[in-house]
């Protein structure tokens, strides 16, 4: 595992953050590790990554006992190439939910990213949340891994 800054690295982390519009968010629920889909968008800077979920879930009741969050994103194709193409970027942080003015800057950039998501973003019961990004891990070539932190 080797730490980074370089902007070749940076590169990757934009890319797949950009043309992937799922990825999964990794809770702590009941003791046990739990997963969900969550489609998102990141802030320019990649240090934020935003996603949208109804209130009453799993995942908003794990991230409220425990914030520590983690966000896999992969371009991976269910193919043999996958060992060699794929590209993994796992995101590390703390997530918090929005208040509604930094909701009401981040739906225009969502819902453009997931305008087919327009009617679920502005359900009574569904809440945006940020992920605070500490550190991402990027695996490529099947094990090769490489590191950056914000902290």
């Known amino acids: 595992m080797k730490d980074v800054t370089s902007k070749v690295f940076l590169e990757h982390v934009r890319g797949l953050l950009s043309s992937q519009l799922v990825g999964v968010l990794g809770t702590r629920f009941e003791e046990a590790p739990h997963q969900?889909?969550?489609?998102?968008?990141?802030?320019?800077?990649?240090?934020?990554?935003?996603?949208?979920?109804?209130?009453?879930?799993?995942?908003?009741?794990a991230m409220r006992l425990d914030p520590r969050v983690s966000l896999l994103v992969d371009n991976r194709k269910n193919q043999s190439s996958d060992f060699d193409a794929t590209f993994a970027l796992t995101a590390r942080g703390n997530a918090e939910p929005l208040s509604a003015a930094e909701a009401a800057a981040v739906s225009p950039r969502y819902l453009q990213r997931h305008p087919y998501l327009r009617e679920f973003a502005a359900s009574p019961t569904c809440r945006f949340f940020r992920i605070r990004v500490e550190r991402y891990s990027l695996v490529s070539s099947f094990q090769k891994v490489e590191e950056m932190s914000f902290a």
Request: glycine fraction near 0%; aromatic fraction near 16%.
């Open 36 to 61: 969900s889909l969550v489609a998102f968008v990141a802030s320019e800077n990649l240090r934020e990554i935003f996603f949208a979920s109804p209130t009453y879930t799993r995942k908003v009741e």
